[in-house]
């Protein structure tokens, strides 16, 4: 076995600190796991161990040493309370940096997921799985504790206010009465189209977007709930194609199944069927209108659309899968991806500069 040089270690970690994006914890830990072969993973080639967590520690130190704490944040909003205990470096840099701003977004962003995933395994207490549903709502109920005792403490009294109510109605299952619906138009595939892009045109982020949209459809009859998610699940369908797949790992420099999901219900998010029906048929025509690292929803839409179904019915809606058994179209690898969609490759490696 070749010695490792410790020198060659610390060039080739300095070399690659100047190339990392500081934009996206994900796209900067793919571009480190592009060479597997690099002397930093040599200990851990030799013990046959996974490279993924030798890399994502080191982005993370390096994220960290640069003080790139928003786009953290925006990686850890999206994951789900269970694995809380990943939080606590982030949390305390933020405080340290007086950051109470990103504090209060992250607390924000997790308990409105972890509510949503409850509303999203309710439907087990149908089914006789009281445990399995009761499981979730305690991890909500956790993660707005933790929100609530950091709010209060950082002197975010009204947004503590807010968290407050908001778990004390989990807690007691006491959801507000909507009243009765103003909005008595059937859901066709237009008006879903419009009551989309009306939310996106009002919200600057993802996550806000999405929470205008659950607004919006509190206006409607239960049953046209329940007609936009079938039209969400039909649309994300449609999108389970290899040009698509494609367009979203071109874009974000690799592309993993969940993302490749978050990937689907963005692209719905923009509110634009033609640009949905380019990401199928055309997908370097479709590139024009996706940026670099696209501001991805925290996964798909249903626990949002599944929420605002059940505060207007009182019961529980469960809508297809999103997923087919594979996605349509050809089938490329990682390896053949350049040779296939060489225009993809030349039009975000000009945007991005590199």
């Given at each position: 076995m070749?010695?490792?040089d410790?020198?060659?270690?610390?060039?080739?970690?300095?070399?690659?600190?100047?190339a990392?994006s500081?934009?996206?914890?994900?796209?900067?830990?793919?571009l480190?796991?592009e060479?597997t072969?690099?002397?930093?993973?040599?200990?851990?080639?030799?013990?046959a161990h996974?490279?993924y967590?030798?890399a994502?520690?080191?982005?993370?130190?390096?994220?960290?040493?640069?003080g790139?704490?928003?786009?953290?944040?925006k990686?850890?909003?999206?994951q789900?309370?269970?694995?809380?205990?990943?939080?606590?470096?982030?949390?305390?840099?933020l405080?340290?940096a007086?950051?109470?701003?990103?504090?209060e977004?992250?607390?924000t962003?997790i308990?409105?997921?972890?509510?949503?995933e409850?509303?999203?395994?309710?439907?087990r207490r149908?089914h006789?799985?009281?445990?399995?549903?009761?499981e979730?709502k305690?991890y909500?109920?956790?993660?707005?504790?933790?929100?609530?005792?950091?709010?209060?403490r950082?002197?975010?009294?009204?947004?503590?206010?807010r968290m407050?109510?908001?778990?004390?109605?989990?807690?007691d299952?006491?959801?507000?009465?909507?009243?009765?619906?103003?909005?008595?138009?059937?859901?066709d595939?237009?008006?879903?189209?419009?009551?989309?892009?009306?939310?996106?045109?009002?919200?600057?982020?993802?996550?806000?977007?999405?929470?205008?949209?659950?607004?919006s459809?509190?206006?409607?009859e239960?049953?046209e709930?329940?007609?936009?998610?079938?039209?969400?699940?039909?649309i994300?369908?449609?999108?389970?194609h290899w040009?698509v797949?494609?367009?979203a790992?071109a874009a974000r420099?690799?592309?993993s199944?969940?993302?490749f999901?978050a990937?689907?219900?963005?692209?719905?998010?923009?509110?634009?069927?033609?640009?949905?029906?380019l990401?199928v048929t055309?997908p370097?025509?479709?590139?024009?209108l996706?940026?670099?690292?696209?501001?991805?929803?925290?996964?798909?839409?249903?626990?949002?659309?599944e929420e605002?179904?059940?505060?207007?019915?009182?019961?529980s809606?469960?809508?297809?899968?999103?997923?087919?058994?594979k996605?349509?179209?050809?089938e490329?690898?990682e390896?053949?991806?350049?040779?296939?969609?060489?225009?993809?490759?030349?039009?975000?490696?000009?945007v991005?500069?590199?």
């Amino acid at each position: 076995m070749t010695d490792i040089d410790p020198a060659a270690v610390v060039r080739e970690k300095q070399a690659l600190k100047d190339a990392l994006s500081y934009r996206s914890l994900h796209h900067d830990t793919d571009l480190v796991l592009e060479d597997t072969e690099r002397c930093m993973f040599a200990e851990a080639n030799r013990a046959a161990h996974g490279l993924y967590g030798v890399a994502s520690e080191f982005v993370l130190d390096c994220y960290y040493e640069r003080g790139a704490l928003e786009p953290l944040v925006k990686a850890y909003s999206g994951q789900p309370y269970r694995v809380a205990a990943r939080f606590d470096r982030l949390l305390q840099r933020l405080e340290q940096a007086q950051r109470f701003d990103l504090i209060e977004r992250f607390w924000t962003s997790i308990t409105r997921l972890t509510r949503a995933e409850f509303f999203y395994q309710r439907p087990r207490r149908d089914h006789g799985d009281h445990a399995g549903a009761e499981e979730f709502k305690n991890y909500a109920l956790e993660a707005f504790a933790q929100g609530i005792d950091w709010l209060t403490r950082l002197d975010r009294l009204d947004a503590a206010r807010r968290m407050t109510e908001e778990r004390n109605a989990l807690r007691d299952e006491r959801w507000p009465s909507l009243p009765a619906p103003s909005d008595l138009r059937r859901i066709d595939e237009p008006l879903f189209w419009e009551l989309i892009a009306k939310a996106r045109s009002h919200a600057p982020t993802t996550l806000e977007q999405l929470a205008a949209l659950g607004e919006s459809l509190h206006a409607f009859e239960a049953a046209e709930i329940k007609r936009f998610g079938s039209l969400y699940t039909r649309i994300m369908k449609q999108l389970y194609h290899w040009n698509v797949w494609a367009l979203a790992y071109a874009a974000r420099g690799g592309c993993s199944d969940a993302a490749f999901e978050a990937f689907r219900s963005w692209l719905i998010l923009q509110g634009d069927p033609a640009l949905v029906a380019l990401a199928v048929t055309n997908p370097t025509r479709a590139a024009e209108l996706v940026p670099p690292e696209p501001d991805l929803p925290d996964g798909h839409c249903v626990p949002m659309i599944e929420e605002a179904y059940f505060l207007r019915k009182g019961s529980s809606l469960v809508l297809p899968s999103i997923d087919l058994d594979k996605p349509r179209g050809k089938e490329w690898t990682e390896a053949a991806f350049a040779a296939i969609y060489p225009q993809l490759v030349r039009h975000y490696a000009c945007v991005t500069g590199l």
